[in-house]
């Protein structure tokens, strides 16, 4: 079963999310389209419901390496530069699937 048909299933009981890719092994957080996640099967699935809810990325990962390790951090302004990054992707997968 596709991640759109089990959206489909969970229909207007889904509220809210927060959106992740990963390496389909582990949770892992990484920026969309970083992993193994069917973006458009995701995507079109909250289409289908007609979703209104937010829409937000869980990738903490995008700004150090791993969940599990806290030694490599980006300085703020290169921090900023990535959660713009962030901003547009979600922007752009709004506007391009006209959520």
Do not use: W
Request: glycine content about 8%; hydrophobic content about 35%.
């Amino acid at each position: 079963m596709t991640q759109g048909q089990e959206i489909a299933i969970l229909g207007s009981h889904i509220k809210a999310l927060h959106i992740h890719d990963n390496d389909g092994k582990v949770d892992q957080h990484m920026c969309p389209f970083f992993g193994t996640v069917d973006m458009d099967s995701l995507v079109n699935g909250l289409k289908k419901i007609e979703y209104d809810g937010y829409f937000t990325f869980e990738a903490e990962t995008f700004f150090r390496p791993s969940v599990y390790d806290s030694g490599f951090k980006l300085d703020m302004e290169f921090r900023t530069e990535a959660e713009k990054f962030l901003y547009a992707m979600g922007k752009r997968i709004i506007e391009n699937y006209s959520l």
